[in-house]
């Protein structure tokens, strides 16, 4: 059974960045996509941005897209797959999850199969 870690949140002030990690164990991603989603209190579970196995192929939600850049891991890294995030605003505060899927360019969180614990990013005014 393929298990999801997430790792790289934390506290930042507005307009600083976060790198957030997703690795894979128990398993091996071949072929899946992989998306990164985000939830905040009181809404609802949020796409940001996907990429393909091969990593040629990128999608960004139009909120994040310019501040934010997925990227995943060459060789036998393509098991991790990162969200390299710039720009922070205090509406960027939420629980940021990585997510598998074997369909490219899907949006919609239950096109997913495999999902990570989450990692929460602050950013603070």
């Known amino acids: 059974q393929v298990q999801l870690g997430e790792s790289g949140g934390g506290l930042v002030q507005a307009g600083g960045s976060l790198r957030l990690s997703c690795a894979a164990s128990?398993?091996?991603?071949?072929?899946?996509?992989m998306g990164w989603f985000r939830q905040a209190p009181r809404k609802e579970r949020e796409f940001l941005a996907a990429?393909?196995?091969?990593?040629?192929?990128?999608?960004?939600e139009d909120s994040v897209k310019g501040r934010f850049t997925i990227s995943r891991g060459r060789d036998k890294a393509k098991n991790t797959v990162y969200l390299q995030t710039t720009s922070l605003k205090p509406e960027d505060t939420a629980v940021y999850y990585c997510?598998?899927?074997?369909?490219?360019?899907?949006?919609?969180?239950?096109?997913?199969?495999?999902w990570g614990q989450g990692t929460q990013v602050t950013v603070s005014s």
């Open positions: 997510a598998a899927t074997k369909w490219y360019g899907r949006r919609q969180w239950n096109d997913y199969d495999y």
């Open positions: 128990g398993g091996t991603l071949s072929n899946y996509a």
């Open positions: 990429i393909t196995w091969s990593g040629t192929r990128t999608w960004y």
